[in-house]
């Protein structure tokens, strides 16, 4: 069974095109334009493995969106307008996986989510590469 991607925002012509991309890559996608349908499409079937939210929903805000998918571990990538470093901190302290500030390359939205969660086959996602440690030595950075 293919696995699927929520995506969630409102405007059409962004979530079709994020539609097509994934499709084409053996997805299935749900989209949502309202924070509300984007709530509701988590609990029915199939269950995304992943979702790809808008911070700014004509109805609420994409943070709730990303609370609820993180209730059931399925894993966030927040999508915004407003691409500020604080912002962005926001979305991945409230635990996004991932953050795109709009536009995003369609290369940039592929790599995330194949790092996020494989491919639509199954395949394992890439491992997480994670900074050093505070007290690692760091690689051409000498005092």
């Given amino acids: 069974m293919t696995r699927a991607i929520l995506v969630v925002d409102d405007e059409r012509d962004l979530a079709a095109t994020c539609q097509r991309l994934l ?3 053996g997805w299935n996608v749900v989209t949502a334009g309202t924070r509300e349908a984007a709530l509701t499409a988590l609990t029915r079937a199939p269950r995304p493995v992943l979702a790809i939210v808008d911070r700014q ?3 609420g805000d994409g943070l709730d969106v990303l609370r609820a998918a993180r209730a059931i571990d399925t894993p966030v990538i927040m999508v915004t307008g407003y ?3 604080a912002t962005r901190r926001l979305a991945l302290d409230e635990g996004a996986a991932g953050f ?4 995003f390359s369609t ?3 592929l790599e995330l989510v194949r790092r996020i969660v494989g491919d639509a086959s199954g395949t394992a996602a890439a491992p997480a590469i994670l900074p050093p440690a505070p007290d690692a030595p760091r690689p051409g950075i000498h005092c």
Avoid: F, I, T
């Fill in 57 to 59: 929903l004509p109805d």
């Fill in 100 to 103: 795109l500030a709009k536009p």
């Fill in 83 to 85: 691409g500020s470093a």
């Fill in 23 to 25: 499709s084409r890559r």
């Fill in 107 to 109: 290369q940039d939205l």
